[in-house]
């Protein structure tokens, strides 16, 4: 009726991609939480720290590309994707609060729609982070802050995006929307 090889085959295909996708949603799930710390110690000032949580994400991805660099079906894993989101926040936000210029990450392969989430969430960052500048008395800081979510929402909105992107863009507008409140108490009470 059917050739047994056909399932030992599909068997085999199955439970390789089974264990292959449980490592890499154990690994996604570390680089993810790795990530948020580093945003954490980014908002506290806590540079060293930050840079070396994002260097032990790095090699955790690093890992991961190489490993499954043929395996398409498991790089589409959600929590991969997710953690590739939350990676992309902390760089973004790292080189924000020094300063640096935003830019693709290198030797990583990260998608499009990642780097355009991140970039979306990074806003909710820097209102945190004017938050905390503004309760310091640091307007001139703030004011910074407030041009580089206008600067974001600026190209963000040449964008077509649709469906979760849509929502984290409109998300993106709200944050934009709370610095500009921000902003304008600040220069009331002066």
């Known amino acids: 009726m059917f050739n047994k090889n056909l399932f030992k085959k599909l068997k085999k295909e199955h439970n390789d991609f089974a264990c292959s996708r449980r490592e890499v949603v154990r690994l996604a799930n570390e680089a993810l939480a ?10 506290r000032g806590d540079y060293q720290k930050g840079d070396n949580l994002f260097r032990e994400t790095e090699n955790i991805f690093k890992y991961l ?3 499954f660099r043929k395996n ?5 894993e959600g929590a991969l ?14 080189k924000t609060s020094r300063g640096e210029k935003l830019d693709f990450v290198k030797n990583i392969e990260i ?12 806003t909710g960052e820097l209102v945190r ?29 040449q964008f077509d995006l649709t469906g979760y992107l849509r929502t984290k863009y409109d998300q ?12 304008y108490d600040i220069k009331i009470r002066k």
């Open 111 to 122: 998608s499009l729609e990642s780097y355009l989430g991140a970039l979306c969430d990074l």
């Open 129 to 157: 982070s004017a938050i905390n500048k503004a309760a310091a008395g640091q307007a001139k800081e703030v004011e910074k802050i407030k041009k580089i979510i206008e600067d974001i929402l600026g190209e963000l909105i």
């Open 65 to 67: 590309d190489k490993k």
């Open 34 to 43: 790795k990530s948020k710390q580093a945003i954490f110690a980014f908002q």
């Open 81 to 94: 994707k997710a953690a590739h989101e939350e990676f992309l926040e902390a760089k973004f936000f790292g």
């Open 72 to 76: 398409v079906a498991v790089r589409q």
């Open 172 to 183: 993106a507008k709200h944050n934009l929307k709370k610095i500009e409140e921000i902003y």
